[in-house]
């Protein structure tokens, strides 16, 4: 479906800013934004249309007090599926994931309170995530019976490296604040709101040219699939492509006759 009738998602609030920003909000607080299956469909949708409907980037964001509580366990108990089912399943929370990370689209994760199991590995499907003081980080599956699903074994590891995750597998462990920082679940933690954060950070990468945030927004994450020296190849055909886009020539022509912005460190 290629429609901006953002009317036709149940499990989703979207929002259309002015400058091209869209403001996806999983709404199921009731449930605790638990990603249940329609939902999953409901992503891949969002996602694998985002870029051709023009979206300059993405803030996701979870209604009520926590972002996402992870796979609706009740649902998956409840449905009592099989392996193949379950097996099917996965690879569309995978499909959902992949169109985030891939999708050519400046995605920013406004995250609160619970970022736990699924909910940890949608946000680490995000090119940028915003934590505040409310938000912790946890893999629950351990304690649950169960085990990751939705691609944890590869971002979130990719984050916080093997030892850790499994620590946190399989002791329950629970990253919050700096700590979660440090090790890389978040690249900032904000005093204020997550959300004014992530809308700030969505502007500034909405400002760039599309096909410049195409390639950070895809290429960057095929490259990591590579081998050093494919992905240096196909890093020189990217480069060739984005760095030769006639809508660069203003921005570089401005550089050159000294009227764009310097590159300055920050003020203390
Ligand atoms: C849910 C879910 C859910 C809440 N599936 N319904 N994820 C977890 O193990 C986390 C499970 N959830 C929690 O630990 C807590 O609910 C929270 C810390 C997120 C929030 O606590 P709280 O006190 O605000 O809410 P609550 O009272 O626990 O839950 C409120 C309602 O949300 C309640 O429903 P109600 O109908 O009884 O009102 C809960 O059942 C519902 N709810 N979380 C379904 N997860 C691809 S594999 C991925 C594997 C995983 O993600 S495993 C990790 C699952």
Redesign the pocket.
């Known amino acids: 479906m290629t429609t901006r009738d953002f009317n036709r998602f149940e499990t989703l609030a979207v929002a259309e800013e002015e400058d091209g920003v869209l403001i996806v909000t999983l709404n199921r607080p ?3 934004n ?2 249940n299956a329609a939902g999953v469909e409901e992503l891949v949708d969002l996602f694998s249309n985002a870029h051709r409907n023009g979206a300059r980037a993405i803030v996701l964001a979870g209604a009520g ?2 972002f996402c ?8 108990h409840e449905a009592d599926r099989s392996p193949a089912e379950f097996w099917q ?2 690879l569309r ?1 995978h499909e959902a994931f992949n169109k985030m990370e891939y999708g050519g689209v400046p995605v920013i994760a406004a995250l609160h ?2 970022v ?4 940890l ?1 949608l946000a680490s499907a995000a090119h940028i995530r915003v934590a505040d003081q409310t938000t912790y980080f946890a ?3 351990g ?2 019976g ?5 691609g ?1 074994t590869i971002r979130v590891a990719d984050l916080v490296g093997k030892a850790r995750m499994i620590d946190m597998m399989l002791t329950g462990r629970v990253y919050q604040g700096q700590q979660a920082i440090d090790i890389g679940l978040a690249q900032y933690l904000v005093e204020g709101s997550s959300m004014d954060k992530a809308k700030e950070l969505a502007r500034h990468a909405a400002a760039n040219l599309p096909l410049t945030n195409f390639a950070i927004c895809s290429a960057i994450s095929h490259m990591q699939n590579m081998s050093g020296l494919d992905a240096a190849y196909a890093e020189a055909v990217v480069a060739g492509v984005v760095n030769t886009q006639p809508a660069a020539r203003e921005r570089l022509e401005a550089f050159a006759n000294k009227t764009a912005a310097r590159i300055r460190p920050n003020k203390e």
């Not at 169960?146 to 939705?150: E, V």
């Open positions: 009731e449930k605790r638990a990603l007090n926590h509580a992870g796979l609706d366990l009740v649902e998956h399943l996965c929370w309170g619970a736990v199991g699924g909910g590995e893999l629950p599956e304690q649950r169960i085990f990751t699903g939705g944890a």
